[in-house]
């Protein structure tokens, strides 16, 4: 489980949220509100799927190869896109882990959904951790292959 969490307010404009999730290659980020306790989860699933009006692809490729002076071409798309917040694109329906749960829960709820990350969540329903498929497999990277 990770500790240390980034995470983003439903207010949070979704370029920036988005930013977060590419420049540290993360699955998702959990959305909390003012106390901490998660309101919603935001994957790099649903950046670019579900009809997104964002569709991040596009959008790398629109900004990598735009000319100088060709900004007006895209003004009205680039306007709806820069002011979509995390709300409206992330799920307000996800599952979550409590602090006490064991990894073999983890286990079943990652073989039995397609999620990643999982909100880790204390008694208080505080956001206190996040789990990922990878923190699954983590351990099997410290054996050594039999000779």
């Known amino acids: 489980m990770t500790t240390n969490i980034l995470t983003v307010r439903p207010d949070t404009l979704l370029l920036d949220a988005a930013k977060i999730i590419i420049d540290h290659s993360f699955n998702g980020l959990p959305v909390v509100d003012e106390s901490n306790k998660p309101v919603g989860i935001l994957t790099q699933y649903d950046l670019v799927g579900k009809g997104s009006v964002l569709h991040l692809p596009t959008l790398q490729y629109i900004a990598k190869n735009l000319q100088p002076g060709e900004q007006n071409k895209f003004q009205a798309e680039t306007e709806k896109i820069s002011d979509l917040t995390v709300e409206k694109v992330m799920r307000k329906e996800y599952l979550t ?28 329903g505080e956001l206190v951790g996040l789990v990922s498929r990878f923190d699954l497999i983590k351990p099997l990277m410290t054996l050594k292959p039999s000779s």
């Open 97 to 124: 882990l409590s602090e006490n749960d064991s990894m073999e829960k983890a286990v079943e709820l990652f073989a039995a959904h397609h999620v990643n990350p999982m909100p880790v969540i204390n008694d208080d």
